[in-house]
């Protein structure tokens, strides 16, 4: 049996989740691809269909400064749901998006497997 601190990985899951909005907002890809699983999948419902994103493409669009923005427009808030084996939820919200994780522990630290988001 695993037994985890769970107050660190919450910790660890929040700082994953800040490297991937406060990088998106600074532009830097080192944070975001730190975030990211390679396998990600970053969805949207748009029109009633369903876009996606990888994790290069967001690597990429980070790189690209796509998401600048100076920090009064961010008012970034995040909430850890859950914490659990291996396996992690948490909320994103900023002043222009929702975002919702879902992370896992890998041997590199929590990354991000899966968003789903929206504007606001």
Same mark, same amino acid.
């Given at each position: 049996?695993?037994?985890?601190?769970?107050?660190?990985? =919450?910790?660890?899951?929040?700082? !994953?989740?800040?490297? %991937?909005? $406060?990088?998106?907002?600074?532009?830097? !890809?080192?944070?975001?691809?730190?975030?990211?699983?390679?396998?990600? !999948?970053?969805?949207?419902? $748009?029109?009633?269909?369903?876009?996606?994103?990888? @994790?290069?493409?967001?690597?990429?669009?980070?790189?690209?400064?796509?998401?600048?923005?100076?920090?009064? =427009?961010? @008012?970034?808030?995040?909430?850890?749901?859950?914490?659990?084996?291996?396996?992690?939820? !948490?909320?994103?919200?900023? @002043?222009?998006?929702?975002? %919702?994780?879902?992370?896992?522990?890998?041997?590199?630290?929590?990354?991000?497997?899966?968003?789903?988001?929206?504007?606001?």
């Amino acid at each position: 049996m695993i037994i985890s601190d769970v107050s660190t990985d =919450e910790a660890l899951v929040a700082e !994953a989740a800040l490297d %991937y909005i $406060e990088g998106w907002f600074e532009g830097d !890809a080192e944070r975001m691809e730190r975030a990211l699983h390679p396998e990600l !999948a970053k969805r949207r419902l $748009e029109d009633g269909r369903l876009t996606m994103l990888t @994790a290069q493409q967001m690597i990429e669009k980070t790189a690209s400064g796509m998401g600048k923005r100076p920090v009064d =427009e961010r @008012a970034i808030e995040i909430t850890v749901e859950h914490v659990g084996e291996g396996v992690a939820n !948490a909320t994103v919200l900023s @002043a222009p998006f929702v975002d %919702y994780l879902q992370l896992a522990r890998t041997d590199d630290g929590w990354k991000i497997v899966n968003v789903l988001w929206q504007p606001r």
